[in-house]
């Protein structure tokens, strides 16, 4: 088979971090080739549904419950899906993976140009040396091969490109950054950031930190409130890869990108010991073909890359390419989510807000940050908002006739509600691996998960619960209900670490700068690379390590090292 254009670079996938990895790349003057398995999504141009309204959608935004069923049955447990976002999410009975029955993982996934870019709801916080230094603090899995010194100067770059709308608070655990200025807290909010302050001398309440724009940046404009971002942002308030940093990577005129390109492996040259290039397959005609390059970066998503990786196996590499360490496919992580609690706050019913704030509260770690003071290791951030419902929630609530509908013209309750994201331990037994039997309609084994919450986030479930609600309750809130979803491994959609780092390749895949211990010009770069999981969400970290993993890779290609 010919091997077709000997490029600079190959990166795989184009959600954020392959987006960040065409952008450094290109701009530092290398010749790259970005392959997504998904098709060509056109900024602005293929957001079919961002502001149509309910009554135009076939049913009516709420969707076909049976094709829901049917094909989109993981998918659809995402708070995010739904008819007028479909489209962005992966059919499940086209995508397959494997699970023991009684081991469920949801893999929530977005097979585009942008991926998840698209979808994600733009959180974005630095971890600290807390969570940097926690494993080797423990005596838990390998310790980081960085601290947040390292990384910061890369948080900073990244901040100011994506730009991040928030709050500096000079916590320890929870860094600042290159912040635009912050969105408003609602009067709810305040007052209950008031209370919290007040009462509990271990906590406070910042607003969100967003990488959704709060002024205009670069030709994108800032944020005008509208509210559906899952649907794609055509002014590009919010980062994306389509809104940001593709473009960028376009303009040098250095990048091609080719859609529908499934890759199948990393090629590699045994008797140079290098990643020679990548196996396509092409998503429609099922055609396979070979793309050579000098550098291979995988930014297929956590568990895409390991696919990659687990089914790139060679005679050397028997369980998996740059595997010689064995922990590839181990140590999965995502964090603990939906446990939380909820209640109402009178007092208030005269007020309301204007727009619809893509953004919500954040109340930063406060457990075992300076002593033990649970009975569990780490701890969780709690994410949230104060709304009033509107009409919509008649859909929701018995009732009839005209007195009923003239009700909902009038806004429901105050509503406050604080949901954990807690810690997720590395553990060896959280494990993927290629399936021995099934493989998925272009002959790629399938993925088989197979993942369990450990006892210590349990325990953190527990506790968040069990706190938001004496939270809720002590400032103020009525009717407040505590609840623990006990959602599967996966839907905090936080998935990462099966490709860790560290300073031992008998121990990790990655050295500090994501590149293979094995196979020097092989590059990792998406979660798949975190030693442990914090509780903070993690794109924002992806991207910084993307980013020095670009720089390290080029000045490397520089000296002749690679
Ligand atoms: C609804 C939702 C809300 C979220 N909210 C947040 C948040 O607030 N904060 C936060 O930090 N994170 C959030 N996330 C998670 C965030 O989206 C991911 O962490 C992030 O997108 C990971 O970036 P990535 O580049 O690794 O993967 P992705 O963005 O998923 O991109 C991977 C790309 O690789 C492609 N690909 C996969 N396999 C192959 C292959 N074999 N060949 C070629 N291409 C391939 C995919 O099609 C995809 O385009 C959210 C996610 C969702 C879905
Ligand atoms: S709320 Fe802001 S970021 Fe979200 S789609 Fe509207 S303009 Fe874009």
Request: net charge neutral.
């Amino acid at each position: 088979m010919a091997i077709k254009n000997d490029y600079d670079a190959i990166v795989v996938g184009s959600g954020i971090t392959g987006g960040w990895a065409a952008k450094e790349l290109t701009e530092k003057g290398l010749k790259v080739l970005l392959l997504e398995r998904g098709p060509n999504l056109r900024h602005g141009v293929d957001y079919k549904t961002e502001h149509k309204p309910p009554w135009e959608f076939a049913y009516r935004d709420q969707g076909d419950r049976k094709q829901y069923r049917d094909e989109y049955q993981i998918q659809s447990q995402c708070y995010a899906f739904g008819e007028a976002t479909k489209n962005f999410f992966v059919n499940d009975k086209q995508n397959p993976y494997t699970h023991d029955p009684d081991k469920p993982y949801s893999w929530i996934r977005g097979y585009q140009l942008g991926g998840r870019s698209l979808m994600w709801a733009r959180q974005s916080y630095r971890l600290s040396n807390l969570d940097f230094e926690a494993n080797a603090h423990d005596g838990i899995a390998i310790d980081w091969p960085v601290r947040y010194e390292e990384i910061a100067p890369w948080y900073d770059y990244v901040e100011e490109f994506i730009g991040v709308s928030g709050q500096a608070e000079g916590l320890p655990q929870l860094p600042d950054g290159i912040f635009q200025p912050p969105m408003e807290m609602n009067c709810v909010e305040l007052v209950l950031k008031e209370r919290i302050e007040k009462k509990y001398s271990d906590r406070m309440m910042t607003i969100g930190r967003a990488a959704v724009l709060t002024q205009p940046k670069a030709g994108r404009a800032a944020c005008h409130y509208c509210g559906p971002c899952e649907r794609g942002c055509s002014t590009g308030s919010y980062f994306s890869s389509l809104s940001a940093t593709l473009p960028v990577a376009l303009a040098t005129k250095n990048l091609t990108i080719r859609p529908d390109s499934i890759v199948h492996s990393v090629i590699y040259n045994e008797s140079k010991d290098r990643a020679s290039g990548v196996r396509v397959i092409d998503a429609n005609t099922h055609d396979v073909q070979e793309f050579s390059a000098k550098i291979v970066f995988l930014c297929a998503s956590t568990l895409g890359t390991t696919q990659i990786l687990l089914n790139s196996s060679t005679p050397r590499y028997s369980n998996g390419l740059a595997n010689s360490s064995g922990v590839l496919g181990h140590y999965l992580m995502d964090h603990t989510y939906e446990s939380g609690a909820s209640g109402t706050f009178p007092g208030f019913e005269d007020k309301y807000y204007s727009g619809r704030r893509p953004n919500g509260i954040y109340i930063p770690r406060f457990q075992n940050i300076t002593h033990k003071n649970s009975n569990y290791l780490r701890g969780y951030g709690f994410q949230g908002s104060a709304q009033r419902p509107g009409w919509r929630r008649g859909v929701d609530i018995p009732g009839f006739g005209a007195e009923f509908k003239h009700a909902l013209r009038e806004p429901g309750p105050w509503r406050m509600g604080l949901d954990g994201f807690g810690e997720c331990l590395p553990r060896k037994e959280n494990h993927v691996k290629l399936d021995s039997q099934k493989v998925d309609a272009w002959g790629i084994p399938l993925l088989k998960i197979n993942a369990t919450w450990s006892e210590n986030e349990r325990q953190i479930e527990k506790d968040a619960s069990i706190t938001a609600a004496e939270m809720l309750e002590n400032c103020g809130a009525k009717d407040v209900v505590p609840y623990i979803n006990d959602t599967p491994p996966g839907l905090c959609i936080h998935e990462m670490g099966t490709a860790r780092m560290g300073n031992n390749p008998k121990t990790s895949v990655l050295n500090k700068y994501n590149q293979c211990h094995d196979v020097s010009n092989l590059f990792v770069t998406d979660g798949s690379f975190m030693t442990s999981s914090a509780c903070q969400n993690p794109s924002l970290t992806y991207m910084a390590f993307t980013a020095r993993a670009c720089n390290y890779a080029v000045g490397e290609m520089k000296k002749g090292n690679l």
